[in-house]
């Protein structure tokens, strides 16, 4: 495909959001195509639907391969609708979360299975995978406790009310993904201040973009 898919990954309030808002108008700024940022469920409406059975608290009785087969569902979709189309257009598309996210929180969080759960978003990604993947890195209390400090503006959802052990449980599978795959995935070190985490991201990029980068 003509355009470049790279993802953001990490625990939840490693920074991905703060590091992309930050980061899109620099990196706009040096390239002469279109960057497309996008999160899942990526503003298509069947996956915003699957989204909200997923995170509705409401939804205690809800299984564990459940989950894991409707967030494949949900980005099923919004790679259908958004990325695919994006890409075969030239676009360089930065999706805020993908494929790791399901391994570590459903394969290693809930304890379904790493290999399980790539096997079968493989089958819904046809196994497009992105060039690049920045892990931002934090250690799980660190990600928790920036979100706790910020709690106001942000209600608890389901996957909010998991145990340490569980969020523990994410970050070793990120840094399992990140040993296995070392070309695809760059770790980030997230602990630093934003504005260094936004300057070691727009680093890796130019990396991988360097042939459209302009000075
Ligand atoms: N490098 C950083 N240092 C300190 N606080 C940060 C940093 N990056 C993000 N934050 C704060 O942590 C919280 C979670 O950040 P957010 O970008 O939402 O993380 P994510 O999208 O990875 O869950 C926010 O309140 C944000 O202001
Ligand atoms: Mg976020």
């Given amino acids: 495909m003509a355009g470049t898919f790279i993802t953001f990954e990490g625990p939840d309030g490693a920074g991905k959001t703060s590091v992309l808002a930050a980061l ?29 059975l997923i995170l509705d608290p409401a939804n205690t009785e809800m299984d564990a391969r459940t989950e894991a087969l409707l967030y494949a569902a949900s980005r099923r979709q919004h790679l259908a609708e958004v990325i695919r189309p994006a890409l075969e257009a030239g676009e360089v598309v930065i ?75 994410v970050r070793g599978a990120y840094l399992r993904l990140a040993e296995r795959e070392p070309e695809r995935i760059v770790t980030i070190d997230a602990t630093k201040p934003l504005a260094q985490v936004v300057s070691d991201c727009l680093g890796t990029l130019h990396t991988v973009l360097s042939a459209s980068w302009l000075a």
Wanted: aromatic residues 6%; neutral net charge; glycine residues 6%.
């Fill in 24 to 52: 899109m108008p620099k990196l706009q700024a040096h390239l002469a195509k279109p960057v497309r940022l996008t999160r899942e469920p990526g503003g298509a409406k069947l996956s915003e639907a699957i989204r909200e």
């Fill in 95 to 169: 999706c805020d979360r993908f494929v790791d996210s399901s391994v570590a929180y459903q394969g290693a969080g809930r304890q379904i299975g790493e290999d399980a759960v790539l096997a079968m978003n493989q089958f819904a990604t046809e196994g497009l995978t992105p060039v690049r993947t920045l892990y931002l890195d934090v250690p799980s209390q660190v990600g928790l406790a920036r979100i706790e400090a910020h709690r106001q503006d942000r209600q608890y959802d389901r996957l909010d009310r998991e145990s340490i052990a569980f969020h523990q449980r």
